[in-house]
């Protein structure tokens, strides 16, 4: 019996310290999906990343472009062609169509790849200025998302983008 009731005033004493030191805390909550979304460098970075690729992408349309061309032609024009000559086009176009499907892969891996690189310089860039945020303002403790529920009095989202903005 004087187990459990040594138990009973530890655990009651823990929970008291627990709420004393928790009364001091100042905590905040940054919701990362919303600065993802909003913070100036996502633009700067989908702008840049449009302009890196558009050349690529470009000549994938004109690829696209001239194998539809040619298999119009070879539709209207293969009734009055010889067998071989037939074949031989139908062959450039199964070509064609690979090295378009290559190029269309390596564009949608190389994309891929620098998304994940400018991604990961923003949460970088996001990291830094919830810490400049953080420590500017005396929080001792900031959670990402992922909590089932936070104040708007604790969320420093907005105060992060701003922030952001200034960089």
Do not use: H
Not at 155 to 160: E, G, L, P, R
């Amino acid at each position: 019996m004087s187990k459990l009731l040594n138990a009973v005033l530890v655990s009651g004493l823990l929970i008291a310290s627990f709420s004393l030191s928790a009364a001091e805390l100042k905590i905040g909550y940054v919701q990362v999906e919303k600065i993802l979304q909003d913070a100036p460098q996502t633009t700067e970075s989908s702008k840049k990343l449009e302009k890196e690729f558009a050349p690529r992408s470009q000549e994938l349309e004109k690829m696209q472009k001239q194998i539809r061309d040619l298999e119009t032609a070879l539709d209207k024009d293969s009734l009055t062609m010889s067998e071989s000559d037939r074949k031989n086009k139908e062959r450039d176009v199964s070509n064609l169509k690979i090295d378009f499907q290559r190029k269309q892969r390596e564009l949608r891996e190389d994309v891929t790849m620098r998304k994940n690189e400018e991604l990961a310089a923003l949460q970088d860039r996001i990291n830094k200025a919830v810490t400049s945020v953080s420590e500017a303002e005396g929080y001792d403790l900031v959670v990402y998302s992922g909590v089932a529920y936070a104040s708007k009095k604790i969320d420093i989202t907005d105060k992060v983008l701003k922030s952001l903005g200034k960089k």
